[in-house]
């Protein structure tokens, strides 16, 4: 391989890419990891015709995640050595274009278009080395080329609005204010995931049911929820009927005394399926920027709900971030305020790199909420629901820092406004995995 390009120029690699925007008289070109800035090795950055630009190869593993890279140096007047950015009003993406690309040209046409105080330019670049600016306006998930969001409404409308008393039965039986039913939407209702704070801890139907935690790995290795279960219930999963109901809630409060007994309080860990799960029960409560509160949904439409006691509504909501191509993406949390829908994308402290994890978020938030927004075959869902579907909003949420995270959120923050998105925080303890804490 020369330049990183096949001799027969199929593809075009970063350093390709690099090679290809210098012959076009770029300069300070750089593709080396930035760890001052949380940028990783790979994304191409510079400066050509006096615009600040981002570029990817076709090795680049999340294409659409360097757009915010491409946003948040803007923001903050990053500039390389050895060049100056002299137009400060435009910045431009360049992507390695791939017969697989797949939804990524759409989802940055999207972010393109909703990114605020700046003309956000997108290019493809063929291995020929000849960009190609794309659309300057987002691409529309409405009825002509959405047929596929209607099954999905189908979907949807066949979840009832009360789960069957077998569910129901067992999830109040067992008592556990963290456990809750979950519509599994392929089923159409007939199937019914069951969780302790955001862990699976079993399947339900109409009629008979199943109880496990995972699954015993590689030379029977165990994780901690795993063993935790075992040493409860055995290996082997537990039916579960109408008959031996109260003997299933029993067991499942057994697992959750001694799963909170493996807890390490000295270093405890954050979990977002965890906060997934307080923010949809209720327990920890959203805020929006403007000071309005963000409320769960039910599926009678009321637009003042309280938390349902049995059920997490609005996990999981579908979405796509290209209406040609591309798998199902589901959304965290679907929230309202009054009539407004709410896509909200959550994050958690994660070991390393908090700083690009945090800021990406934000460009799924805007992928979401613009499918929300314009994806017409799913409108007689929302209407039913009593939500304007045009008037989606969205918001990131994390719980707050220490230290140097403190730094990374507030930078974070600074991208998310640049897109229209609210940027919430919430209690440190709300994403540890395990109490000690007040959730």
Request: aromatic content about 6%.
């Amino acid at each position: 391989m020369v330049g990183g390009m096949n001799p027969d120029g199929s593809t075009l690699t970063s350093e390709a890419l690099a090679e290809v925007l210098m012959r076009r008289g770029a300069l300070g070109v750089t593709f080396a990891a930035d760890y001052r800035n949380s940028v990783s090795a790979g994304v191409v950055r510079g400066v050509l015709d006096g615009r600040l630009f981002v570029g990817v190869g076709e090795d680049c593993k999340q294409p659409v995640s360097a757009f915010t890279d491409l946003i948040d140096l803007h923001l903050r007047g990053w500039g390389p050595d050895g060049a100056e950015v002299t137009v400060l009003g435009e910045v431009d993406f360049y992507l390695a274009r791939n017969a697989k690309d797949g939804e990524t040209p759409d989802a940055l046409r999207t972010l393109a278009a909703a990114v605020r105080d700046v003309n956000a330019r997108v290019f493809t670049v063929a291995p020929d080395g000849e960009p190609q600016r794309l659309p300057g306006v987002a691409p529309h998930f409405g009825d002509a080329i959405g047929q596929a969001y209607a099954g999905w409404a189908d979907l949807l409308d066949a979840i009832p609005a009360d789960p069957p008393d077998l569910v129901t039965d067992l999830v109040t039986e067992a008592g556990i204010p963290a456990l809750r039913a979950y519509p599994m939407l392929s089923s159409r209702g007939k199937v019914w995931s069951i969780r302790l704070e955001g862990l699976e801890v079993g399947v339900v139907t109409a009629t008979r049911g199943r109880l496990g935690v995972g699954k015993d790995g590689a030379e029977n290795h165990r994780s901690g929820k795993r063993a935790a279960w075992v040493a409860v219930a055995g290996s082997a999963q537990v039916v579960v009927t109408s008959s031996n109901l109260t003997e299933a809630a029993e067991l499942l409060i057994r697992f959750d005394r001694e799963w909170r007994k493996t807890a390490d309080l000295a270093a405890p860990v954050q979990d977002e399926h965890a906060l997934e799960s307080r923010i949809l029960r209720g327990t920890v409560k959203l805020t929006s920027e403007s000071g309005r509160p963000l409320t769960a949904l039910n599926p009678r439409g009321d637009r003042t709900p309280t938390p349902d006691p049995v059920v997490n509504w609005g996990s999981q909501f579908p979405t796509r971030w290209g209406p040609r191509t591309g798998a199902g993406r589901y959304l965290d949390g679907l929230l309202r305020d009054g009539t407004t829908p709410w896509a909200i994308e959550m994050k958690v402290r994660g070991s390393q790199g908090v700083g690009q994890y945090y800021r990406h978020a934000v460009h799924q938030a805007v992928l979401y909420r613009e499918f929300i927004r314009t994806a017409t075959p799913l409108a007689p869902w929302f209407d039913r629901q009593g939500l304007i579907q045009a008037e989606c909003r969205a918001a990131v949420v994390t719980p707050q820092g220490h230290g140097r995270v403190v730094a990374h959120l507030d930078k974070a923050r600074r991208v998310s406004a640049a897109f229209g998105v609210d940027f919430l925080t919430v209690e440190e303890s709300a994403g540890y995995l395990h109490p000690g804490d007040p959730v």
